[in-house]
């Protein structure tokens, strides 16, 4: 029997991309033309780029790009909400239309080839492909071996990141409505689709340096990014601060045994130096707990607003006129 051809929509969210959004519209609507032609996806297929609240030109290049390709959509978030929130934003738009979706990054890091490896694996009835780097040379040494650290911390702690995987992965219908239906607003894409289960597969593929423009993950997100998926997937951070607490109690309960013996044989007491180290010590312990309880609770704290996660300015998809955003 004749499979039915699949109605592919390629999730592309954008923040101050200017520089190089011409070049990935250029070069998606050709892979995207291509695939039609060879009958591996629906001729109504789309690219959906999401502008994440960006202040340059980025919304108007899409807009204009929409006026000029069929193959190209937009969607205009009304501020930026960040990479996962406006991916997911393009991902929630896309799943009504689309049989399968695939997320990729403006920036074209990722190889577009292995676009048609996703859709073939996809006809062979996997429901997530997830593209994974062959190698990470194109990074610097530090983010090469943070990032590794990173992996394995969180594999340890039972969280199945899949290895040099970010956000380029083809998703069925069915399993992005599995995802629709996580509810967290703070968002860490690569832990969650894992725990969603059904048939999954890897692609491998080389990661580009980025084309034009600069990177929107500088350090500081990076960590806060970092921090956030493990805080968001596991408590055993609170659970190590717990058992530290316990060991450095009993430690304190030798110590002190030995400075009272000390005391009682009339020895010399060991005095200041002993008790600023202590001091100093035991605080920095206890902030850092008290801190890290601080991390969970203000993830509750989000949580239970249950604020909306993002809200569409204007959705090209449907019934909006390009014109008038460039003209
Ligand atoms: N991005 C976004 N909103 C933001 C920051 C980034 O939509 O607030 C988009 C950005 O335009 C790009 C993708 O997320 O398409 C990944 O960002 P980037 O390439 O800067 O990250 P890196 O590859 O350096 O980790
Ligand atoms: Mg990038």
Known sequence: MQKKIPLLTIVVPCYNEEEILDTTIQQLTIVIDDLVKEQL??????????????????WRLIARACSQHTYVTGLKLARNVGHQLALLAGLE????????????????????SVIREFLLKYREGYEIVYGVRKNRGTDTFFKRSTAQGYYRLMNKLGIPLIYNH?????????????????????????????????????????????LAGETKYPLRKMLSFA???????????????????????????????????QKLLGATDAGWTSLMISIWFIGGLQLMGIGLIGEYISRIFLEVKRRPKYAIDVDLYTNADPLKYFR
Not at 41 to 56: C, E, M, N
Not at 93 to 112: E, F, G, K, P
Not at 242 to 257: E, M, Q
């Open 41 to 58: 996806i629906a001729p109504s297929s789309r690219i959906l780029f999401v502008d994440d609240g960006s202040k340059d030109q980025t």
């Open 93 to 112: 738009r896309a799943n009504s239309i689309s049989d399968c979706t695939i997320s990729i990054d403006a920036d074209l890091q990722d190889d577009i």
């Open 166 to 210: 970010a956000d380029y992965r083809l998703m069925s219908k069915r399993a992005l409505c599995e995802l629709c239906r996580f509810q967290e607003s703070n968002l860490f894409l690569r832990g969650i689709i894992p725990l969603i289960g059904f048939k999954t597969t890897e692609v491998y593929y080389d990661r580009k340096e980025r």
């Open 227 to 261: 921090l956030n998926g493990l805080t968001s997937f596991s408590i055993a951070p609170i659970r190590f601060v717990t058992y530290l607490g316990l060991s450095i109690f009993f430690i304190s309960g030798l110590a002190g045994g030995y400075a009272l013996l």
